[in-house]
């Protein structure tokens, strides 16, 4: 059975996810896969999340940045990374 995904707001997200893992447990049942979209960061911001300190940087990235590994596996334009400014590991 093929599930929709569904877009929650942040503080839902947590209460979403333990009610599914709950019914799963009590079921013993265990879906193939849930996709819960949490913010799809596709503009410029970050919309309403809200974003503290320099990590991330004004906006979601395209992907790779810099001399950071090949970034993959996500879905769309945007993501959250924070290897913004980050050169070696010591960086972190």
Partial sequence: ???AAEIVSAES????LFASAER???DKTAPA??????ADFEG????????TGEA??????A???GRQMKVSGFQGEGLVNSFLGRT????Y
């Fill in 1 to 3: 059975m093929e599930q």
């Fill in 13 to 16: 997200w947590w209460e979403s």
């Fill in 24 to 26: 799963c447990r009590r």
């Fill in 33 to 38: 896969e849930i996709d819960v979209v949490v």
């Fill in 44 to 51: 410029t911001g970050y919309g309403q999340w809200q974003v």
């Fill in 56 to 61: 991330f940087g004004p906006g979601p990235a």
């Fill in 63 to 65: 992907g790779t940045l």
């Fill in 88 to 91: 070696r590991p010591s960086d």
